[in-house]
């Protein structure tokens, strides 16, 4: 009977939703089996409930008994404190919980400013990094503080308990998520001790060593190999093989944009964060609070369901007749207006029709992503080749009108875990000590020219927002 055994590694992509497990061929890609479990809602989450959701994925995606190598990608930035025997002292805190907003403007200002940050570690605290959470517990939850010898990120937790918790000194992490810490600079490959201690009250927790991307992170107790793993984001850029120069845009819940680089982010205006990728690289990035949400709401608005409004959009003139949609509908973080609601400007009697309405919305959605790559491309980044991903790109509206104010074509790739699909073509990278050039699937989507009056009246209106 032939051993598989070699040929076989698996992804795990643990969200902030679920636990996602893909088994592939090692040589190929090609996805064989895969499972998932939910987990629990909210913003402070025992991290035992990832452990479970891992097994019962794993569980779901048929065991891991023919499996050679696996690798964990996870949620960046959660905070998970551990005492001297290696116990959670309390519920992690997740990148979504903003208690710790407070914290981050004091370390911005404590350090000299948010340019100070920026040319330091490439990052400017916000209450999603992982010092502002350190911080809220010194000044909040000093005996928890007191107790913690050492602080670890999600993945990183999962890949020590996988290789048997075996001592916090073996604790490791990849330069990716250590790069969304706020303690960690991705242009130096290096962590800031100072900032750390700045951070958590003068106190020095262990840290996980940082191993290159595709050095081995140990074995489990079956003998499995272990990818170092990676930060989500970082992942996905692995998992759709993003080069340099290439730009991926993720619409979903939200939207994030990164771009494969060898220049260092450094922002002062904090809205590139400085993150490395999963190959040594740069991993600029730019994330919004209003994705794929906003079609939906401006299709509910319209009394339609998507496949009506995308026609809808589609039937409008480009630039729909002047009606410009700024989709601030939840706020937003890029640019940082936590407060802020959305605005319909530029209204007429000629040109308030449906049609327009739905067309605005979807120009306004991807003109609140052309203004993150002009962030991007700010810091001295080239993006060659935009990929977008995510339940956004699944709408013919997006697809048709993205090339033309993107103002290059688009690449689609087929429908995929692409976080986990990253996890698991480092496991082989670390299996085999090569990179595999797995094929992803995709197809190129071009438009219609669209002038750039139509990202002015967008910018023009969102500056209106802006100046309240």
């Not at 061929?25 to 479990?37: L, N, P």
């Not at 973080?333 to 739905?358: E, F, H, K, Q, Y």
């Amino acid at each position: 009977m032939t051993d598989t055994r070699a040929t076989l590694v698996a992804g795990v992509d643990s969200s902030t939703q679920s636990c996602k497990v893909v088994v592939c061929d090692a040589d190929t890609g090609r996805v064989v089996r895969a499972g998932s479990s939910p987990h629990p809602a909210g913003t402070e989450i025992d991290p035992e409930q990832w452990w479970d959701a891992l097994n019962r994925a794993i569980g779901e995606a048929g065991g891991l008994d023919d499996v050679a190598a696996l690798s964990v990608a996870g949620q960046q930035h959660g905070l998970i404190c551990l005492d001297g025997d290696g116990s959670v002292i309390r519920d992690a805190l997740l990148w979504n919980d903003t208690r710790s907003a407070p914290s981050a403007a004091a370390l911005v200002d404590e350090l000299g400013g948010a340019q100070e940050w920026a040319s330091q570690v490439g990052v400017v605290p916000v209450a999603s990094i992982t010092a502002t959470k350190l911080r809220w517990v010194a000044d909040h939850e000093s005996d928890v503080a007191d107790a913690t010898a050492a602080v670890c990120l999600p993945h990183d937790w999962l890949t020590w308990r996988l290789r048997g918790a075996d001592g916090l000194d073996t604790l490791v992490t990849d330069r990716s998520d250590a790069s969304g810490t706020g303690y960690f600079s991705a242009a130096d490959g290096a962590y800031r001790e100072d900032l750390l201690q700045l951070a958590f009250g003068g106190r020095r927790p262990l840290l996980p060593r940082v191993l290159e991307p595709a050095e081995v992170a140990g074995r489990t107790g079956t003998g499995h190999v272990l990818g170092v793993g990676a930060g989500d984001n970082a992942a996905a850029a692995l998992g759709l093989a993003a080069g340099a120069g290439d730009c991926v845009v993720s619409l979903g819940t939200s939207g994030v944009i990164s771009a494969v680089t060898e220049t260092p982010a450094r922002d002062g205006a904090g809205l590139v964060a400085g993150f490395a990728d999963a190959t040594g690289r740069q991993l600029p990035l730019v994330c919004t609070l209003n994705g794929a949400p906003v079609l939906a709401t401006a299709a509910g608005m319209l009394g339609v369901d998507l496949d009506e409004f995308g026609r809808l959009a589609l039937s409008a003139d480009v630039g729909s007749s002047g009606l410009v949609m700024v989709p601030y509908l939840s706020g937003e973080r890029s640019p940082n207006l936590p407060d802020a609601t959305g605005s319909i400007v530029g209204i007429t009697g000629g040109n308030a029709t449906r049609a327009n309405m739905a067309r605005a919305a979807v120009e306004g959605l991807l003109c609140s992503l052309v203004y993150c790559m002009e962030l991007i491309r700010d810091q001295g980044v080239a993006i060659d080749r935009v990929l977008m991903i995510g339940g956004g790109s699944r709408s013919e509206a997006v697809l048709a009108i993205a090339p033309g104010l993107f103002g290059s074509p688009v690449t689609v790739p087929a429908p995929g875990e692409y976080v986990a699909l990253g996890a698991a073509r480092q496991a082989a990278w670390a299996l085999t000590g090569e990179l595999p050039a797995w094929k992803v699937p995709a197809a190129q989507r071009t438009g219609t020219a669209i002038g750039p009056e139509v990202y002015a009246r967008y910018r023009s209106a969102a500056e209106l927002i802006l100046s309240r």
